[in-house]
């Protein structure tokens, strides 16, 4: 009995761990995806300087409302560029964070590492970045002048 609860809480502590999230601050609007078992959530909001000033505030209010903690989180995915600076820098610096803080691998992509691919949507991210073989925590921006 020992044996079998044991290998049942291996299992849900690494299934709780299997959610992958999506930050893309680079271009109109903040956006942000969380892909967990089939069940994929997202939300957007303004690309603005107040949002960026209150980006760690708007991630965990979106992880909160899905019921999910920055540890629960197994990889993040970060749209590195081209596009808006500060929606870069911000995100970039939050990921790091996260990655320093909590060691959540973190891979930064770029939309020009997919430009020969069809189905370009954000939950084919991380497929596509496995397929291009993105290097994780490897951060190497893309700034629009």
Known sequence: MILFSSEIEFELKNRIKMNKFIIDAASEKIFLMIISYGSIYNITHENTKINYEKLTMIINDFLS???????????????????????????MSVVKAFNVAKNIDYYCYNLEDFKDEKDLRHENIPNLCKKHKIKKNLINPVYLS
């Open 65 to 91: 409302s899905k019921n999910i903690k920055i540890n629960d989180i197994s990889e993040i995915y970060i749209n590195q560029g081209s596009g808006s600076f500060a929606g870069i820098r911000n995100s």
